[in-house]
């Protein structure tokens, strides 16, 4: 099974921007569906981006469209996750996985692999 290690979390002012990164211990980013989920402690995963395996073919949550990008490195094997115009609202530890459906799903059952989650903090 693949490992998954997120990092670039952080703490960030209202409006500010993080870039998160997913770096996977093999080359299997590119066979299979890669998802970026987040949790605040007490409360449901939720999900945040996907990307299809082909990475043709992207999903948003409706809280992020518009300021979350999701993208892949196939030659550094590395995930990320583009946060801009953050809010306090998207304070949580975020994770990202993969899953073997053919399409982006946003459901996190969907996903067999995680990362130990990065911590991002919005102060207002």
């Known amino acids: 099974q693949v490992q998954l290690a997120e990092s670039g979390g952080g703490v960030v002012q209202a409006g500010g921007s993080l870039r998160l990164s997913c770096a996977a211990s093999?080359?299997?980013?590119?066979?299979?569906?890669k998802g970026w989920f987040r949790q605040v402690t007490g409360t449901e995963r939720e999900f945040v981006a996907a990307?299809?395996?082909?990475?043709?073919?992207?999903v948003y949550a409706d809280s992020v469209k518009g300021r979350f990008t999701i993208s892949i490195d196939n030659a550094k094997n590395t995930m990320y996750l583009q946060m801009n115009s953050l809010e306090p609202a998207d304070t949580a530890v975020y994770y990202c996985?993969?899953?073997?459906?053919?399409?982006?799903?946003?459901?996190?059952?969907?996903?067999?692999?995680w990362g130990q989650g990065t911590q991002v903090t919005v102060s207002s």
């Open positions: 990307m299809r395996w082909n990475s043709h073919g992207t």
């Open positions: 093999d080359r299997t980013f590119s066979t299979v569906t």
């Open positions: 996985a993969t899953g073997r459906t053919v399409y982006a799903s946003t459901y996190g059952g969907d996903y067999d692999s």
